[in-house]
Each structure stands twice: as structure tokens, then as C-alpha cells.
């Protein structure tokens, strides 16, 4: 009842009877959100199982016995931590020595709590940025109520102080980096004109200590109709601090991007790179990256996901006359099952993590004169690796292991000799002995084979009545490998559950391919991987549809939501978070334009076309019966605009149908600015 008469951008507006729900602080808005909140805290909080869980969710994320995750901090190594004694958390540093113990010794740099308190705002922190090789100056960014957007404030590490008449960027979504001790390069709100439709920056220019923002000076300039997240500049150094390269990454959109290098003149210049590629780094001149796409160069076929190493002088307009063969240019080719997930860059080796199967390996690859030399580093088997923060002046990085059943390791490797230290264990935060992981596959509507796993109790009964819930994501080259998800464990799992991941098409599992698949036009794919999974777990009688729940968010909000419009037969529940669901209007909801490299331009007469078989907002329907579905989204949240959730939420009221809406006030899209507040 409530599809557009006709899909132009007017007639979808005229079709939509909430436009209301898109003003984020409008009086229909909050009317609307305290009149939900009201219901599902009753229902939710009501519950005889709500307390319980909760305090099992809050000593899970506030306990004290979790891996400190670190990064290297001068001579140190840094952490942020959050606790139920400091929610908002502290940024603090130890010594390597020290972190190895069963007690670190911990020295606070700055405590967020006490900061908020003494400012009266709501700060949440998101991240440091260091200036190497001392890393005693550092670019702060707080957050407002956990927003994407950013206040940066220049940090001494020596006095543990704010910097008087320090770098201070008022807020917004910025892309800066350190270029030396007194200059800041910058992309960022310049006034008017210097935003593009997403609202994202187009511009960087060099800042100077002491300048105000107004005299900085261009040194790189896109154009207002760039796509994706904003132009960013990109310092790389060697392993002493001194820069290697200066870099400007331009997105044409989401996807697409060109890549600009600073010439010792001062002017840029632009790389002769495809447009879908990944810059991992600059080492001994070469720059190492990954073509996204198929690409021919010099002569030379590459695939696209495989990782390659070129001088940045043979890229260049004026091209040196170095002749380049594939088998020094090309470190690494996937078979068709692998994907490369992490790559760090050392002054003389890189290490990556490859995936193979959805499975983590560790691989490290050394230049040799007729080509690459790849080495075997140590994991254990069935498990997910990730490479955490490294040092190429120490040659080290930290790498992660975990699996489903599986607490989080966390190992330090030398890359010199290969070897993998273990630094911490995690304890185990559920009862794993009662479920066992397996690996399946279904087959979608057109044949493809879509992995997923499953984690089980050994002793389920096989009639379909196992209590099931199903993940999945399906975007923007996101993988999800086998990861420890304690809550899940504790709450679900060890009451009998059965938890299920899916890696379907529009992920990265299996590399760029694989996420093209299921773009702007393909979406659908993604949908019919997921009830496929859906179909499978039936056939097998782990569960049935009465038993089956689903889970998704933010881009997991699509698929979540075109699920249950698309296959209500098959499902009984949906937990939807921080959604995109209106997808005829997503362009118009901050940031949605930035996205239509994966979505495509619904303005676009052909892609409305296509995006409105699909859009869940527009395809509801009064009389037929859904799951219960939970949404939940937050005010603050400047990523994807909370509109989605309220207008989906509003429009299942209006049509008699079953669900719950909760929209907390803060904590952004990344949830991250409290514990105890992620715990309720």
C-alpha cells in the first residue's frame, strides 16, 4: 500500500507518510521514540530473563581478566581500557616487559571519565593518533555522545597535558595525519562549498602549528562530486620516522578510487593504479597494494585480490625506465577459495593474513631477486587471525587467534625469525565443552556453493527444533571468519542454542569477486545466499522455522529486513541494528550518499528500478504475517541515520504488525562509548 506511485525522487517522498521520523531531534521524532521506548523497556526489562542477563552481559564486558588490547607507544605500549569503574574508559601505557606479567603495571595518560566530568560533555574517545619515531606528541579525537564525527585536541605524552595552544580541530569527520611535528596535512570542513554530498571533505591542505584552520594551505584538491568517505592523505615512513611517501587517496565512490602522490616539487600527481585497489603500504620504494579488479600493467596480467609490489617511480607520470617482470611484481595470487584479509608492510618483509575456506592463515613474504619467498607462520588450525598494531622500527606486530569456542590469543611475531610469542590468553567466558563447530554449505538459487558455520550443542537433537539464531552481514567486502563472541556464548549458547554464521556473497571471504557479486543490481544474490543458509538448516533438521531467529546490523539492517519481507515463511524472529532499510531514500539520509557505489543511485531511474524490489520500508505488506521483529538503533548515531529504524518501526505499527523498537540516546553506530550501557 505504501509503494510509490512512481520512483522518481519526488513520488517516493510523496509515498512516505513518516517523513516526520527523519528529523533527528524533531517533536513527532522524540514523541515517537519515548512512546516506543516506553513499550519495549516494558517488555524487554519485564522480563523475568532480562536481569539476569544483563548482569551476565555486564561482567562480561566490564571484567578485568579480558586482553588488554595494546599498540605500540613509543618505547612502551598503549591501551584503552573500560571497566565499571571507568566506563568512558582511560588511555594508559605500560612497558612490554610489564605486559607480559599476569599484572601489568599500567601508568594513566588520560582518564575519559574524569575529562567528561570536568568538561560537562559527553566524550567518548576514538583513538590517538602519534607522531613517530618518539610518539610523545599525539592528535586525540573525542567523540560527542559517540558520533563519527570528532573534536581533536593535541596530547603531550611527556606532561601527560592537553598542549597549550596545541592542534585543535573543532568537530567533524575529518581525515588528517601527522606530516611532521609542526604540520598537520588535513581534509575537513572548510566552509562552504568544501563538502561533497555525502559530507565528507574533498579537500586536504597542509596546516601549520599556530595557523588558524582559515590560513592553511591546499596542497590537494578532489571535486565536490567525489563519492565515498571523504579524500584522505596518507603519510608513510621508514622504520626511523623519516617519510617514504605522501599519498592522497580520492574515492569517486565507494569503491572506486584514485591515488595521488606528493612530488618532492609539492605538487600532485596521479598513479597509474586501477580504480578498485587497496594501498597496504611503501616499502624500500615500492609501493605494495592490491587490485580490487583484474588490471594489466607494463605488459603484465594480475588478478584482482592478489598483492603486488611496484616502484612508485614506474606509477608516476614520468615513467623510469625499470623494467618490471610479474614474477618480482607480485607477491602473493589467491587460489579460488583464499582472499587476502590483513597485510602489514615492514622495511623488509610484509605479512598477511590469508584466508583460505573463511579459514585464517599466516603468511609472511620476503623480496628475493627473482621474486618472493613465502614462509608458514605458526597458527592454530580452524581459527581466525588477525594482525593488530605493529612496529617496523622493532619488526614486530601483534596477531590474534580466536574461534568460536575459542578464547582470543594474543601473540607477538618477529618477523625476522618468523616466531610467534604468546602474550596473553583469554579465560574462557562460557561452558564451550557442551557445542561443537562445523562447516557446511548451501547451494543458492543460481548454484553457487555459500559457506556457513555452525555452532552447536553436541548432543542436539536432529528434528528440527534447535533454538537458532542466524547471522549474516553480505557488504562492502566485510569478512566474518570463526570469532569468540562471549556474550553469545553466555546468554545463548549455553542455554542450549544454536548459533549460525553466514558468509554470503557481498562479503570479502573470497575476495573481491566475491563481494562484487552481490553489488548495486546483484543485491538480490545476497538475499536468496541467506535464505538458502536458511533452507539448509531445515534440510538438516538442526532447526525449523518456528526455531529460527535472525540477527543483522547496520548493513546487516538491509538484509535483516529484506529477509523477513522477502521470506517470512521462513523465519519467527529478527533482531534488526542500526539499520539501513528505506534503501529509496538512503542517498538523502546522512551518510547514505557515500554508499551508492554498493547500493547504486536510486535518483537513477534503472536503479530505482532495481533497489525497489527490495526495499523492505516500501515492500511491507498489512496482511501478511511476519516475525517478531526487535530494531533498535541510537539518536546519536551519524553514520546510519536512525530515520531507517524509526520509519521501518513506525509503518509495522501502523500495519498491525508485531515488533519491539528501542532507540538508545547515545553511543554512536559503533556502540563503543559505554559498557555498561552496550550490557542493557
Known sequence: PHFPRDLSPEGVKAADDHLALEDVDGAEARAFVAASNEKALSALTGDRRYEPFRQQAEAIL??????????????GLGNFWQDAANPKGVWRRT?????????????TLLDIDALAKAEGRDWVFKGADCLAPDETRCLINLSDGGKDAVTVREFDLTTKTFVESGFVIPEGKHRLTWLDRDTLLIATDFGPGTMTESGYPFIVKSLKRGQPLVQATEVYRGQQSDGGYGVSPMVFRDKAGAVEAVLFSRPLDTFRSEIWALGAEGKPHKLNLPERVAVEGVMAGNLIFSPDQAWSFDGQDYAAGSLLSLP???????????AIGAQRATVFTPSPRQSLQNVTVFSDSIVA?????VVGTLKRFTPSANGWTVTELAVPANSAVGLGDSSKAKGQVFVSTQGFLTPPTLSLADVSTGALTELKSAPAKFDASTHVVEQFEATSTDGTKIPYFITRPKNLAMDG?????LFGYGGFQASFPPAYKPEMGKLWLENGGVFVQANIRGGGEFGPAWHQAALREDRQRAFDDFAAVARDLEQRKITSPRHLGIYGRSNGGVLTSVSITQHPELFNAAVIESPLIDMLRYQDLPAGASWIGEYGDPRIPADAEFIARYSAYQQLRPEV????????TNTRDDRVHPGHARKFAARL???GHDHLYFEDTAGGHSNDADPVANAR
Not at 593474513?353 to 575456506?357: G, Y
Open 653 to 655: 505499527g501502523d500495519q
Open 353 to 357: 593474513v590469508i584466508a583460505d575456506n
Open 95 to 107: 612497558t612490554l616487559d610489564s605486559y607480559r606479567t599476569a599484572a601489568p603495571q599500567w601508568e
Open 625 to 632: 504475517k511476519y516475525p517478531r521483529v526487535y530494531i533498535t
Open 312 to 322: 612508485l617511480g614506474v606509477l608516476g607520470p614520468v615513467r623510469l625506465d625499470i
Open 62 to 75: 566490564t571484567a578485568t581478566d579480558r586482553i588488554p588490547g595494546v599498540s605500540f607507544l613509543g618505547e
Open 465 to 469: 527444533t534447535g533454538p537458532t539464531i
